[in-house]
């Protein structure tokens, strides 16, 4: 068991400590200074404590644990951190401020000092991966081994503890849990001793009392620093007298003790907090409703904008309206609610905060008959701030961020008004929309689980919320439980809310993808025609849904090797979105990405390697590094540098991109596949063909388990498997292997679908290694026409076709044909691709092209 520091609050020679009291600007501003609260301007006493704390910490033995700060509610734990951080930040590089009571926030958290840290290695299709990357940076103390976290609040023992990194740095936890004491060392904090209590108190009111008088408010607050603070700034606001202060301390004290208040907190701060509230009702009875309804929130910070006019239907029957109108009287409002010291206020965020102490004391205080109600303005209140911004826009990703920590201790999900359930589910969409998965799925499932209890299971918010937990679970890796759950909701919607419902058209949009992730691409194309049909008379032709619907429709073109048409619709799409001012980042790169995707498709390399430049650097810049979709767009761009000759640089971000996927996501996820193929490809590019033959033998069982036996991206990779067998020397291997897939590939799409002629490229190449050129020249005659009829005559795959079939010809001697076949082929080689492009050298020197497949993002 770790043994407990015996840290106190006096120095050696047993007088109270007075530290001087430096300004925030006066010390070395650490690299990294991850939004610590502003510290209390009354702090005093202590000093000893902190040195105490400051020596453990340093020490060689305990650098490499956690410290705990453990005491009650209101003794100060988390003042003492943040005066922790700014007393001694000068000797960090990184200091970061954790909220520790809910899971999805310490994991949200982490990944934003992931972003700040800009790991090359930590871009995230996740924020639990994206947190991980940063406490694995931590751990290893690059680039920074001088760190300071600090979890606050952090009550779950066993999963902070988990968390918490062990390495160069500090890690500090504030909690009301003793458990802590088993666990790592820990900092008893308990309330002041006496001299601090007079010390604090003369120092807070200031000529308003006396030593004596201080002492005698010490004496009946039991020096709780939170009732102290409230005691003071009681004082200093209404100039009551100590005398009278206690007189009504001790009536009060009487009654609180015949209500049997909660023992989670003391008497104490029960009787200071009441005093407080009663001098307040009778001077500003306003601020005590809003202060009501914050108690209905997170103890976190709340955004100062969420104090506002609320629109007009958000207005009708709330009790908070007529204040939030007047911003004059909002702004006095939450001035008096600092000056009694009930919120703290933090002007340099923004934002207003009310001790979890005082929240539980206003609730209790309030009837509960109340209580729904008050709980109902809380929601209001959170559902106005977001109204009007789309929660896939990352410009409103902060405000959305800011609001989380209050969606679960506000009770959300009990709410039966429509208004906070849009809200909710807005919340869903912005986190699935930014990346964290897995609390968007956490949330989902219990709103749906809720709002199905109350209001059924045909109810229209819990049918959007399947909606969304089906694009969740499909992101997370389940192709096939997305589909299920959409089929199914699809016959509901149409029966309970009609064909051409808002919301049965977004599930008819996203159940789309559901039939292309099942190699479905004809039914999906017919699918999303009637959607986009549906969608230019629902919404108009030049709607940002509308949009999404075009751009749907283009990739089931694209899956179809209808190359003309799908580059004809991206384009329009993607010229209409960069217009469009109520297109989301998202959206807008989602597209970008298709059309440098359908460039490459088309056979320009170099163009789509210019746009797929355009499209990382937009997606690092506005949705960052970690992003889902700018890891998508990173795959497709390695693709367009290998094409274009640029191997090195496409192997370098393949082998990135490949990694973090699978450190984030697990090998078995279409992402993560995706960028493995890549990287194998590229691998084969650059001659390492023997580590790129043991990562597809790896993939290759993998694509049939997430896409089926019959599936085509199944022969795709079966495909560039074939390939990789022949070059290692395998060669009867891979022709069983290449003839199988391309009977698949024909079967499920054509004969002279890109997918199947790449195939029958590689195929004729594993019959001419096994000495059957004539089988290889008749394959390759017959695939080269196909070629030509597709493509034309100056498309990459069809000039490998030609250089191929040039390389057959001369081991059968037919060396004019040859001759003839080479000069028209090498002219448009170089003409195409220019005279150093990699694939021209090998056509100039009579060996063999070949070609592989990449999947392209459903």
């Not at 920590?405 to 999900?413: D, I, Y």
């Not at 589910?425 to 964290?436: N, Q, T």
């Not at 993808?513 to 919404?539: C, K, N, W």
């Not at 059957?772 to 008749?778: G, K, L, T």
């Amino acid at each position: 068991m770790t043994s407990k520091l015996a840290l106190n609050a006096r120095s050696s020679g047993g007088g109270t400590v007075s530290v001087s009291h430096h300004s925030p600007d006066s010390a070395r501003v650490p690299a990294i200074w991850g939004r610590v609260p502003q510290r209390n301007n009354n702090f005093t006493g202590r000093a000893q404590l902190l040195r105490n704390l400051h020596e453990s910490l340093m020490s060689n033995v305990a650098a490499v644990v956690p410290h705990a700060l453990h005491g009650l509610g209101g003794v100060g734990k988390t003042v003492l951190a943040i005066e922790y951080a700014y007393r001694y930040r000068s000797e960090y590089d990184l200091v970061w401020y954790i909220p520790a009571d809910q899971p999805m926030l310490v994991k949200s958290s982490l990944a934003g000092l992931a972003r700040e840290l800009r790991l090359p290695i930590s871009a995230s299709a996740k924020v639990e991966e994206a947190a991980e990357a940063a406490l694995d940076a931590l751990r290893r103390g690059d680039p920074y081994e001088k760190w300071l976290l600090i979890f606050d609040n952090a009550d779950e023992v066993e999963e902070i503890n988990t968390i918490a990194p062990r390495g160069p740095g500090h890690v500090l936890i504030t909690s009301r849990n003793h458990s802590w004491q088993g666990v790592v060392p820990t900092v008893p904090v308990n309330v002041f001793p006496r001299e601090e209590s007079v010390e604090f108190l003369v120092k807070r009111v200031g000529q308003g009392i006396t030593e004596t008088e201080a002492n005698q408010l010490a004496e009946a607050l039991g020096d709780l620093p939170l009732a102290l603070e409230q005691a003071g700034a009681l004082q200093v606001e209404t100039g009551i007298s100590v005398e009278e202060y206690l007189r009504l301390l001790d009536e009060e004290t009487t009654r609180l003790l015949g209500t049997n208040k909660p023992t989670d907190y003391p008497l104490s701060m029960s009787a200071a907090w009441t005093l407080s509230v009663q001098q307040l009702t009778a001077r500003m009875p306003k601020a005590v409703e809003v202060l009501r309804c914050c108690a209905f929130l997170g103890p976190e910070p709340i955004p100062r904008d969420l104090f506002q006019r609320l629109p007009a239907d958000y207005a009708a029957g709330s009790k908070l309206a007529e204040i939030l109108a007047d911003p004059i009287l909002t702004s006095r409002v939450i001035r008096e609610l600092g000056r009694y010291a009930l919120v703290k206020i933090d002007s340099a965020n923004r934002t207003i905060q009310v001790h979890r102490l005082i929240q539980a004391l206003l609730r209790d205080d309030l009837p509960k008959t109340e209580h729904a109600a008050m709980r109902g303005e809380a929601h209001l209140l959170l559902a106005a701030a977001v109204a009007s911004f789309e929660p896939d826009d990352n410009a409103a990703w902060p405000r959305y961020a800011a609001l989380l920590g209050h969606v679960s201790p506000a009770g959300v999900h009990h709410s039966r008004d429509s208004r906070t359930r849009r809200f909710a589910l807005s919340i869903v969409r912005y986190l699935y929309s930014s990346g964290d998965f897995k609390s968007a799925q956490t949330l989902v499932e219990l709103f749906i689980a809720q709002w199905q209890a109350d209001s059924g299971p045909d109810d229209y918010s819990v049918l959007a919320a399947q909606r969304h937990q089906a694009i969740i679970i499909r992101e997370l890796g389940d192709i096939a439980g997305s589909f299920e759950l959409n089929q199914q909701l699809m016959i509901r919607m149409r029966d309970v809310l009609g064909e051409d419902h808002e919301e049965t058209l977004l599930l008819r949009n996203s159940h789309g993808a559901d039939l292309r992730f099942r190699g479905d691409f004809g039914e999906a194309l017919q699918h999303d025609l009637d959607s986009l049909g549906r969608h230019e008379t629902v919404f108009g032709p030049e709607h940002r849904r509308t949009l999404r619907a075009m751009n749907n429709l283009a990739l089931d073109y694209l899956l179809l090797g209808e190359y003309d048409k799908a580059s004809e619709l991206q384009t329009t799409t993607f010229e209409r979105q960069r217009a469009s001012a109520g297109v989301s980042s998202l959206n807008v790169l989602s597209s970008w990405n298709g059309l440098a995707r359908i460039t490459r498709l088309q056979g320009q390399y170099r163009e789509a390697c210019d746009l797929g430049e355009d499209a990382y650097e937009f997606g690092v810049e506005q949705l960052g590094p970690e992003h889902p979709w700018t890891l998508r767009v990173a795959k497709d761009l390695s693709i367009a540098k290998r094409r274009d000759g640029k191997v090195e640089e496409s192997l370098d971000l393949a082998r990135r991109t490949f990694d973090t996927q699978v450190r984030n996501t697990g090998m078995d996820h279409p992402d993560a596949l995706a960028a493995g193929l890549c990287l194998a490809n590229a691998q084969r590019a650059f001659g390492d063909v023997v580590e790129a033959l043991e990562l597809l033998e790896d993939l290759t069982p993998r694509f049939k388990k997430m896409y089926g036996d019959d599936h085509p991206f199944k022969y795709g990779c079966d495909t560039n498997l074939a390939l990789l067998l022949r070059i290692n020397g395998r060669t009867e291997e891979a022709v069983d292997l290449d003839r199988a897939a391309r009977e698949g590939l024909d079967r499920r799409l054509a004969r002279d679908h890109h997918f199947t002629l790449t195939c029958a490229i590689n195929l004729a190449s594993d019959l001419a290694a096994m000495n059957e050129h004539e089988q290889a020249i008749r394959l390759g005659e017959s695939t080269l026409g196909k070629l030509r009829t597709r493509f034309g005559l100056d498309h990459p795959l069809t000039l490998a076709g030609a250089a191929n079939l040039v390389v057959d010809l001369l081991q059968l001697g037919a060396q004019q044909e040859a001759d003839e076949l080479k000069a028209d082929t090498l002219q448009r080689y170089r003409r195409v691709l220019g005279r150093g492009h990699p694939d021209v050298i090998v056509a100039e020197q009579n060996r063999r092209l070949d070609f592989d497949f990449d999947p392209p993002v459903l």
